[in-house]
């Protein structure tokens, strides 16, 4: 359904849904671990670490169109190291 509004309306859609399983599957279990509210805890997929928040609004700013640039000016910083 949000697709097919963003296309009708012929606006950016970035589909953080797909993007972020797309990461987590790719980095694996231990590759997010970090990124959990409390690792070793309670699963909480929902909720980020402060790390973890960072690399999501990472991928986000990277989703974005090329045109949004000007906007983003020295937010494109390496992403920390866990």
Known sequence: MVKQVAAEFQTPL??????T?????????????F??????GPTDDMHFSPA????????VVNALPDNFGPYLTGIFDPPPVP
């Open 21 to 33: 399983m797309d990461l987590f599957n790719q980095l694996g279990p231990s590759g997010t671990a």
């Open 35 to 40: 990124m959990q509210w409390a690792p070793g």
């Open 52 to 59: 973890g928040a960072l690399v999501i609004s990472r991928v």
């Open 14 to 19: 970035v589909d953080l849904y797909q993007l």
